[in-house]
């Protein structure tokens, strides 16, 4: 008899921003992934032309490593949502200081540091957690600019022949705005598989049909990594 052929390794589709959908398709590639990647941003960062005026602050707030790269670099503490915008940030030149998670727990490890302030949040035009006010009540004063939009894109035509072919997809999901989106715009025939990085997002996702759903252990982006592996084996 025969030896069965292996199946073929699901296809990641991957729907960030293009800047973030290029450096975790460099993470999947350098964890060994051997399968086929296919980059089809729905969202698009615009800049709104606001500057970032820091006079008088004592800190900045980084809740994306967008913001990290639109911003001229001080000689500032950078508290940053994640270990991934911290390094940017690190790489930038800010003293950056990593809440290793979300929204909630950057609002977390301000309040345990006690900066005196005032801050500056540095964000897109949409952001969860309404960072800056809950700090400046808390009695940290934060305030913030918004530096770029993230408008919706169509779905590439690479990314819609995959979700209509027969190889098994799948979907890393970062935002409840991208699910959202994804859920408006995708044509979805192809075995499907999402890795969503909270309830939150998953939860967006609640009227679709799919083969499979798993919520990152940790809302960063070494967890979805790791919940791809665990999608490849269940695949």
């Known amino acids: 008899m025969g030896q069965s052929m292996p199946k073929p390794l699901p296809t990641v589709l991957l729907t960030r921003p293009l800047a973030q959908a290029r450096a975790f398709a460099h993470s999947l590639y350098a964890a060994d992934f051997g399968g086929e990647v296919v980059i089809s941003p729905l969202l698009e960062i615009h800049k709104t032309g606001a500057t970032v005026d820091l006079n008088g602050c004592t800190g900045v707030v980084f809740s994306s490593r967008q913001a990290v790269e639109l911003?001229?670099?001080?000689?500032?503490?950078?508290?940053?949502?994640?270990?991934?915008?911290?390094?940017?940030?690190?790489?930038?030149?800010?003293?950056?200081?990593?809440?290793?998670?979300?929204?909630?727990?950057?609002?977390?490890?301000?309040?345990?540091?006690?900066?005196?302030?005032?801050?500056?949040?540095?964000?897109?035009?949409?952001?969860?957690?309404?960072?800056?006010?809950?700090?400046?009540?808390?009695?940290?004063?934060?305030?913030?600019?918004?530096?770029?939009?993230?408008?919706?894109?169509?779905?590439?035509?690479?990314?819609k022949q995959v979700l209509v072919g027969e190889n098994p997809v799948i979907l890393p999901l970062f935002s409840p705005r991208t699910a959202r989106h994804f859920v408006q715009v995708a044509h979805v025939t192809a075995p499907l598989l999402v890795i969503a990085m909270s309830d939150v997002v998953a939860n967006e996702l609640k009227d679709m049909t799919l083969d499979h759903l798993l919520i990152a252990s940790r809302p960063t982006a070494d967890a979805m990594l790791e919940g791809i592996q665990i999608l490849i084996d269940a695949a």
């Open 71 to 159: 911003t001229p670099v001080q000689d500032l503490p950078a508290w940053c949502v994640g270990d991934r915008t911290a390094q940017v940030a690190r790489d930038a030149g800010w003293k950056a200081i990593s809440a290793g998670g979300d929204a909630e727990a950057l609002f977390e490890k301000i309040c345990a540091d006690k900066p005196a302030g005032p801050l500056m949040h540095i964000r897109g035009e949409h952001s969860r957690g309404k960072l800056a006010q809950r700090l400046t009540e808390y009695g940290i004063p934060c305030k913030e600019t918004v530096l770029y939009q993230q408008n919706v894109q169509k779905m590439s035509d690479q990314g």
